[in-house]
């Protein structure tokens, strides 16, 4: 990829080789009338961003955010999808019902899914199949707990998770792929890693992308930090040369804060 402009005010960052992408997850918030305010509302704040903006929304908000978005810079997600092409999944969305309506993006393995809905590592990797062989653009969420952390394992765990997620994805499928690291510790809390451990994680992370594919793979592939990014820190977390942008909570349902996360990491 090319070097991306520089918007004035912006954080400069070493993003020669990759565009910052800044990825709203709305979770279980926002019904479709809300969802069509509150995306006009970040419509105008955004135009400019010569990051990638996506908002990724609950599956009855998909059609209201792709109307919305229509003719923006603004791209829709979907907050998880199903491994199989069908059946009898109740409840449950295929990849491919995603990519029928012109969904582009789909989060996989978020811990919340891991904590809540007995995602692993397995399914995560399924999962990771499945929207890749519907030509979706997968947001693959790591991160250690707590304790994890404190036991100086970060990166044994995340490594785990990465190389099962990963398991059969080409190069080429690589290109669709961001990773948004997460220390789970950091989401909802109000918690945040600081700046220079965000980067430290997200620099490893780019160093087991170079052994599992190439120099080139782990020099173009996006990685993200997520874990209570906000207005406020988010141009300090932005900032550092290995973190590629952010996947946002909470901030992503203010469209004033949104905006601001977006202007830092363009």
Known sequence: MS??????????????????????NWK????PVETTALINEIKPLVKDASCGVVV?????????ALEAAKGSNIKVGAE????????????????DMLASI?????????SERRQYFGETDVTARDRVRAALDAGLTVILCVGELLEEREQNITMEIIGKQIKIALAGVTAAELERVIIAYEPVWA??????????QANEVNKAIRGLIEQLYSKADADSIVIQYG????????????????????LIGGASLKAADFAKIVEAAC
Request: glycine share 14%; proline share 6%.
């Open 56 to 64: 990724c929304v609950p599956y009855i908000d998909l059609f209201a």
């Open 80 to 95: 998880n999808c199903h491994w199989a092409k069908s059946g009898a999944f109740t409840g449950e969305v295929s990849a």
């Open 187 to 196: 989401i909802g809390t109000g918690l945040t890693a600081t700046a220079e």
């Open 102 to 110: 012109g969904v582009p993006y789909v989060i996989i393995g978020h």
């Open 227 to 246: 874990g209570s990014m906000n207005a406020q820190n988010a141009a300090e977390l932005l900032g550092q040369p290995d973190v590629d942008g952010g």
């Open 28 to 31: 279980m918030n926002k019904t």
């Open 3 to 24: 070097r991306p402009a520089i918007m004035k005010g912006c954080v400069l960052m070493n993003k020669q080789l990759r565009k910052p992408v800044i990825a709203g």
